[in-house]
């Protein structure tokens, strides 16, 4: 089942209070990317982040959930409804986020 256009919107605009929030579509999913690094995504209409120390550490409740068959299992994230949370825990992720790797010259 593919994300709804619909839920993309209201999580961007529930962080819409950051900077450099863009995101990418990707077979009926999306990716969430926070000032140039992959923080998430949504999938089947669930808001997923990386389960990075701090992100662990900010939703020590959170579950587990795989977002797709085969992948890593990412930190579902409940509170959607709070901007102020959101905010909070993408700031706590940001340093230990991977930088992006360069893309290979055609």
Do not use: H
Not at 29 to 44: A, S, W
Not at 55 to 72: F, H, R, S, T
């Amino acid at each position: 089942m593919a994300s709804s256009k619909e839920y993309l919107d209201f999580i961007l605009e529930q962080l819409s209070d950051l900077e450099e929030i863009s995101y990418r579509s990707m077979m009926g999913e999306y990716i969430i990317y926070y000032r140039g690094k992959i923080v998430g995504g949504i999938y089947d209409d669930r808001f997923l982040v990386k389960p990075v120390k701090s992100a662990i550490a900010y939703m020590p409740n959170a579950k587990y959930e795989l977002p797709y068959d085969g992948a890593k299992e990412m930190l579902l994230v409940d509170d959607v409804d709070n901007k102020d949370f959101l905010t909070g825990l993408f700031n706590s992720m940001y340093d230990e986020l991977p930088v992006p790797k360069p893309k290979k010259k055609k």
